[in-house]
């Protein structure tokens, strides 16, 4: 299995024996050793992955590096944070993913107004299965817990993903600086439910939302 580490917090560097890692094609900025590159596309494994994307009009391309030695990849000097998994799921926004081990499955799944008031679309990517996954984030992303005593809400500018046992409901009419006395703000808001991990960054993504 692949090895992912940072060097810094913009550079990851993934350690292949043999193996191979799925990344975002261009996402690539040195290697040394042996590689062999591949350009995938889709968004997803199989016809579900593909219809979706394409009826959505989203794009979602990766690359598939396989060899010997140690691949470096950067995306727009983003935050890189690793992510791992154990037999489980994880949501994540396609314009944060950077990279996984190929062993892991990617798929979509639907979001409803959720991707479309991010600004995302109504698809968003998941990953599942045991390995790594590096996400970018535009700053250092922050890791909020979820349980059932304790419910959160996330602008949908500032959710990167998602794992658990978690379910998400669509709240409009909501904002933070309505409540702070100010006059703008987004118009929807994400409320996650139960048990699990929500990923968020400290800057908004533009949303469709809007301001109210």
């Known amino acids: 299995m692949?090895?992912?580490?940072l060097q810094g917090s913009k550079v990851l560097a993934v350690d292949l024996s043999g193996d191979a890692v799925k990344a975002k094609n261009g996402a690539m900025v040195a290697y040394d050793g042996q590689m062999a590159f591949k350009k995938l596309s889709g968004g997803g494994e199989g016809i579900r992955g593909m219809v979706t994307r394409r009826l959505t009009g989203e794009q979602m391309v990766?690359?598939?590096?396989?060899?010997?030695?140690?691949c470096f990849f950067a995306d727009r000097a983003s935050e890189i944070n690793l992510v791992n998994l154990h037999n489980d799921k994880l949501y994540v926004e396609a314009s944060n993913l950077l990279a996984t081990d190929a062993g892991l499955r990617t798929g979509t799944s639907f979001t409803g107004m959720r991707g479309a008031t991010s600004g995302n679309g109504l698809f968003t990517t998941t990953i599942e299965g045991t390995g790594q996954?590096?996400?970018?984030?535009?700053?250092?992303?922050?890791v909020l817990r979820v349980s059932p005593q304790y419910p959160l809400t996330v602008d949908p500018g500032a959710y990167i993903?998602?794992?658990g046992n978690v379910t998400q409901s669509f709240q409009s009419g909501v904002t933070f600086r309505t409540f702070m006395g100010e006059g703008g703000g987004e118009a929807f808001q994400v409320r996650f439910e139960g048990d699990?991990?929500?990923y968020v960054q400290p800057s908004e993504r533009n949303t469709i939302g809007g301001d109210v």
Request: glycine fraction near 14%.
């Open 196 to 198: 699990g991990l929500v």
């Open 133 to 142: 996954a590096a996400l970018m984030s535009d700053g250092p992303a922050v």
């Open 161 to 163: 993903a998602h794992q």
């Open 2 to 5: 692949a090895t992912f580490r």
């Open 62 to 70: 990766l690359m598939e590096v396989k060899g010997h030695g140690t």
